[in-house]
């Protein structure tokens, strides 16, 4: 089992920048990828960026070149640091992890932190 704790939402207006965190713990020696997915209102969830232990990266297209994924080993944490902030960013950001039981990834999922742009 792997437990996320999200934090550094809020409120920002447009143009703005955020960073958010996910802190994980549990089995975080079978975590394989952490990453960020976003659900805005009347909306799928989509992915916004994930990290593997390879440090290899993959990033919404609706994202690149504003937002940047990276995680702290020592601290069992990823980031994603969200810059040049548009009121279409305005969204709940989940926490994602895939960690490696037997043969299989299983997903977990922290309770999610809310972005608010303004405009």
């Known amino acids: 089992q792997v437990q996320l704790v999200e934090s550094g939402g809020g409120l920002v207006q447009a143009g703005g920048s955020l960073r958010l965190s996910c802190a994980a713990s549990g089995s975080i020696f079978s975590i394989r990828v952490m990453g960020w997915y976003r659900q805005a209102p009347g909306k799928q969830r989509e992915l916004v960026a994930n990290i593997g232990n390879s440090d290899s990266t993959n990033y919404a297209d609706s994202v690149k070149g504003r937002f940047t994924i990276s995680r702290d080993n020592a601290k069992n944490t990823v980031y994603l640091q969200m810059n040049s902030l548009q009121p279409e960013d305005t969204a709940v950001y989940y926490c994602?992890?895939?960690?490696?039981?037997?043969?299989?990834?299983?997903?977990?999922w922290g309770e999610g932190t809310l972005v608010t742009v303004s405009s």
């Open positions: 994602h992890v895939l960690a490696l039981s037997g043969l299989y990834l299983n997903p977990y």
